[in-house]
């Protein structure tokens, strides 16, 4: 039987770094870098790392990163990357809703969705980051970034696309492997208001939650998220 589709869709997939959605590397590593201080004591999980594009860049600096994704290709494209340039980047296939990591860290990220709003259900999304949460240490950072509501609410996406009482975008994705095979599948993803997030990060165990644009040109701390951008990001601390 097929997994979900967010597994399905990472096998084997063909180009992940050449999506338009993964270019924007060095400057979002950038903005990691000044929200930590620039501090290189600092270690980092990266959640649903996919290739490993932030671990790696992160690991070019001088950081210690664990990627962690579901999928076993996309992160053995990493393991090939980190051993050639001898980088201090670990890749681990696991489940972000299934993490047993305590206390070992003091930077998480899930950016470009990662393994957040993917997933089935808000129950899984909570879990998630209840996860993260104990995997930081006191006083840890999480950065994320997750699809806006409000920006659905204010267009038209296609009849029946997105569902105003789940926030959730049902929508089919034409996918090409590796060994150029095609598949179809049918997607669900979830948007979320900031007072959402807020609230879900706050159960998690954050004591404190901030919000940043995400605009084309970039992460930027000094721009509030509005129904303009596609994705909200977040600053949480424990």
């Known amino acids: 039987m097929p997994g979900p589709w967010y597994v399905e869709l990472y096998k084997n997939f063909a180009d992940y770094d050449q999506e338009p959605y993964t270019q924007g590397t060095q400057g979002e590593v950038d903005f990691i870098e000044q929200e930590i201080g620039h501090d290189r004591a600092k ?23 664990v990627g962690l994704d579901l999928s076993e290709s ?30 070992q860290f003091d930077v998480a990220l899930s950016i470009c969705e990662g393994a957040f709003s993917l997933m089935e259900t808000d129950e ?3 879990l998630i980051l209840e996860n993260v949460a104990r995997a930081l240490r006191p006083g840890g950072k999480f950065i994320l970034t997750t699809p806006n509501a409000a920006f659905m609410l ?49 159960q998690a ?26 994705e909200i990001g977040v600053i949480a601390e424990g």
Not at 43 to 65: F, K, M, P, S
């Open 205 to 230: 165990g954050f004591r404190t939650v901030q919000f940043f644009g995400v605009a084309k040109t970039g992460f930027d701390r000094q721009v509030r998220p509005s129904q303009d951008h596609f």
């Open 154 to 202: 204010t267009r038209d996406p296609g009849a029946g696309a997105f569902d105003a009482v789940t926030f959730r975008e049902t929508f089919t994705l034409e996918a090409t492997g590796v060994d150029g095979s095609k598949k179809s599948l049918d997607c669900t993803q979830r948007y979320y208001t900031c007072p959402e997030l807020k609230w879900l990060l706050k």
């Open 43 to 65: 270690t980092i999980l990266d959640v649903g790392c996919g290739t490993g594009r932030h671990a790696l860049e992160l690991g070019r600096r001088g950081y210690q990163v």
């Open 124 to 126: 899984m999304d909570l």
């Open 74 to 103: 996309l992160l053995a494209q990493g393991r090939k990357v980190a051993q050639a340039e001898n980088l201090d980047v670990t890749f681990i296939t696991g489940d972000a809703r299934a993490l047993d990591f305590e206390a």
